[in-house]
């Protein structure tokens, strides 16, 4: 191995972070769609301090080889994320468990810190299931398969007929829906497996504030003056665009607003001469979003697998952290 430089995270990093998370992605047959916009925002929106949870590591000509984030969850959250990765040529040297291993040490750091009695679980979010060398490397730490995602694509040229339910009335989003749409957001995920209640001003920040958010081609779905459903887009790659958000409140659910709001996404995204759009579900959706993406014209593009471990568990003298 060369002489690497390690350092945490700047701003200025983020061309090259994005760069880099698109190449292992790629690598593991997934789609590569970060960018730098979106992910300076994610990191200060999630990433607490820079000094203590970041780490980009550098070879002698300058090229980022890999990158480490640990958040810190939202008050009363419980999920410590931990993202980044190794690109798939400096893999095999011990950087990656060198990473995880900081991560996971910093993770149960601010555990005992924050809510040392509380149940808080660290979690790789997701990862493509043909990436196995980091799948390995993840059980390697204890670390196990917690919950599988379907990255789901539609074409834009076959937009299936799904006609408004009667009484609701689409509208394009606007910012004076900023706090109709939080609140039903909130509403409708409280049950979800991944939610975490963020503030309004947190969510807000990395969604409809972001500087990769489309309000042209997100709506709202009103009943009279109440917020039925909302869909959320957002930029990924000259042809392609991605549902971030998508929720329908539990009393208007049932009655094809979730086709609806994606069939209109489809039409926007055609028209602004997008050839797809793209977005990810829970494979065991208690909602059975997964059916619903698919009546809508979604087939799934690959699976990705989110892997996670209880902090408190962590044998931590037996963590390496060096190469």
């Known amino acids: 191995m060369p002489d690497l430089l390690r350092r945490p995270y700047e701003p200025a990093d983020a061309p ?14 997934g789609h590569p769609s970060h960018t730098a916009e979106e992910l300076r925002g994610l990191i200060t929106a999630l990433v607490r301090d820079l000094a203590s ?3 980009m590591v550098f070879a002698g000509d300058g090229a980022l080889m890999a990158a480490g984030f640990t958040t810190t969850p939202p008050p009363n959250g419980f999920r410590v994320y931990l993202t980044g990765g190794v690109h798939p040529r400096w893999r095999g040297h011990g950087l990656g468990r060198e990473l995880l291993g900081r991560q996971l040490t910093r993770a ?26 980091a799948i390995r490397l993840y059980r390697r730490f204890g670390m196990t398969a917690a919950r599988y995602w379907f990255e789901m694509v539609a074409s834009t040229a076959q937009v299936p007929a799904a006609p408004t339910p009667d009484g ?22 409280a049950a979800n497996w991944a939610f975490q209640h963020r503030d309004r001003s947190s969510w807000l920040g990395i969604t409809v504030r972001s500087g990769e958010f489309l ?25 392609r665009v991605y549902v ?15 086709v609806t709001l994606l069939a209109r996404v489809l039409d926007a995204a055609a028209a602004a001469g997008r050839k797809q759009v793209g977005l990810s579900v829970d494979a065991d959706s208690p909602t059975g979003a997964v059916g619903v993406y698919e009546r809508a014209g979604f087939t799934a593009e690959f699976t990705s697998v989110t892997h996670s471990i209880p902090l408190g568990s962590i044998p931590l003298g037996s963590i390496p952290l060096g190469d």
């Open 16 to 29: 090259a972070l994005a760069e880099l998370m698109n190449v292992i992605e790629e690598h593991g047959g």
């Open 53 to 55: 949870d970041s780490t």
């Open 108 to 133: 149960d750091e601010i555990h005992r810190v924050q809510a040392p009695g509380a149940a808080w679980v660290a979690e790789i979010p997701r990862t493509p299931l043909a990436d196995e060398a």
């Open 168 to 189: 609701l009335r689409l509208v394009a989003y606007s910012p004076k829906l900023d706090d109709a749409v939080y609140d039903a957001h909130m509403e409708a995920f």
């Open 215 to 239: 309000p042209e081609l997100s709506l709202v779905a009103l009943d009279g003056s109440e917020l039925a459903g909302y869909v959320l887009t957002y930029d990924a790659e000259p042809e």
């Open 244 to 258: 971030g958000q998508l929720g329908v409140r539990r009393q208007w659910r049932r009655r094809g607003l979730a």
